[in-house]
């Protein structure tokens, strides 16, 4: 149970490491051949289906030379934020820029679209990250399901040998086949919640746009 534990919590940690990478390379155009999720391989995040307010071009080279814009895409950022609280964040964000709370000032209709801008160029570099995550995922199932294999026929060499079973060549092939064996079945069963990720990070995208309008229109 311990040994079991312990193998699990090496995943998580190999799986944090992972989806917390820097990558610069884009997701290739087409998925790998062995693509372990449900959802349909789509790296990129369509904004027309999200965001339905002005154009944010010009708002994307701009949105992070402002300081309380900086903040808050930030903060709203944070993939823990329970909805709730992002909702509240919006609303702090757009009272900042209006008298008292209830009149709008001249630019907070310019702030929310460059906040807007700001989430989403986190989101789109978000998904990436993920995308790239999940297909060096499925690469190293690969190669621990090929290292599996290569274990499993090295054993039954040994056995039509008879090689003795306490002989250390046969003890390495062994513990090696198990310990693949065991990583592979851990990580398998984090699939879905790998496959999850971009799911709820456009999930988040889309309340956040949608509190957002709420102010534009």
Known sequence: MYFSKFIFSIVCLYLIVLFDQQLLAAPPEQPPKKWPCDQVYNPKLNLSSIWQGPEIEEPLKNWWKHDDVIEYVNLLADPTLPEEQGVLLIEEFAKKHSYFGMIKKPEQKEKLVFLFAGLYQKAKDKRNRQYEGIIKFVDRQESLRKAIGQ??????????????????????????????TRVFDQRTRLTEYVCEEPVFNTQRLGYQARKIMSYLQ
């Open 151 to 180: 274990s499993s026929k090295l054993i039954r060499k040994y056995r039509k040998e008879k090689l003795d079973k306490k002989d250390k060549r046969f003890l390495s092939a062994n513990a090696q086949l198990e310990w693949n």
